[in-house]
T-cell receptor
Framework: AAGVIQSPRHLIKEKRETATLKCYPI?????VYWYQQGPGQDPQFLIS???????DKGSIPDRFSAQQFSDYHSELNMSSLELGDSALYFC??????????????FGPGTRLTVL | AQKVTQAQTEISVVEKEDVTLDCVYE???????LFWYKQPPSGELVFLIR??????QNEISGRYSWNFQKSTSSFNFTITASQVVDSAVYFC??????????????FGKGITLSVRP
């Protein structure tokens, strides 16, 4: 079965550079979530989209922006990178709906290293 | 606000021992989901179980079992006859409803389980 695809899997950037992470949800899934997991930390919710509209927002820095496109893939844009942005970034997708709720399927993550 | 507490940070056991990972949650919602994920050293999040707030039946899947008790807001995970391959970080997570649908996951801090041969 098709899973959530994230690209790239690994990314190395310098401070103050920009980075773009991509997420391709499972076919027919209309909702995308982004999470950030720092070293030794738990995943923290950043932002989510449903049908190309932002559905919820967590502790996402102003330097970050994200969007969902018409084909439902999503991109997380990160500017003015800081050392503290080094983390594993997960994307998850699900079907927006009523009870019983669809679970979130996680991608393999993108490991971002800021030097 | 929702919160998940995993009071244990690190657990070390010898192979074949049973081990229980504790999870306590807080939520104001009456409709919510609880999850357990495994994160091996490779980093991916492996889904283990999802339980909704209306289903308090315990579940067993092979060597894994889960005990959900709403009265104590706990959702504990037991591994029977642990194996070295069970070594990983285990996260408990909670999802409330947003506009009638699934919302973001709130994770606990995770428990690092080490199983020694």
């Amino acid at each position: 079965a098709a899973g959530v695809i994230q690209s790239p899997r690994h990314l190395i950037k310098e401070k103050r550079e920009t980075a773009t992470l991509k997420c391709y949800p499972i076919p027919r899934h209309d909702t995308v979530y982004w999470y950030q997991q720092g070293p030794g930390q738990d995943p923290q919710f950043l932002i989510s989209f449903y049908e190309k509209m932002q559905s919820d927002k967590g502790s996402i820095p102003d330097r970050f922006s994200a969007q969902q496109f018409s084909d439902y893939h999503s991109e997380l844009n990160m500017s003015s990178l800081e050392l503290g942005d080094s983390a594993l970034y997960f994307c998850a997708s699900s079907l927006w709906g009523g009870w019983p709720h669809s679970e979130q399927f996680f991608g393999p993550g993108t490991r971002l290293t800021v030097l | 606000a929702q919160k998940v507490t995993q009071a244990q940070t690190e657990i070390s056991v010898v192979e074949k021992e049973d081990v229980t990972l504790d999870c306590v949650y807080e939520t104001r919602d009456t409709t919510y989901y609880l999850f357990w994920y495994k994160q091996p050293p490779s980093g991916e999040l492996v889904f283990l179980i999802r339980r909704n707030s209306f289903d308090e039946q315990n579940e067993i899947s092979g060597r894994y079992s889960w005990n959900f008790q709403k009265s104590t807001s706990s959702f504990n995970f037991t591994i029977t006859a642990s194996q070295v391959v069970d070594s990983a970080v285990y996260f408990c997570a909670l999802s409330e409803t947003l506009l009638g649908a699934n919302s973001k996951l709130t994770f606990g801090k995770g428990i690092t389980l080490s199983v020694r041969p």
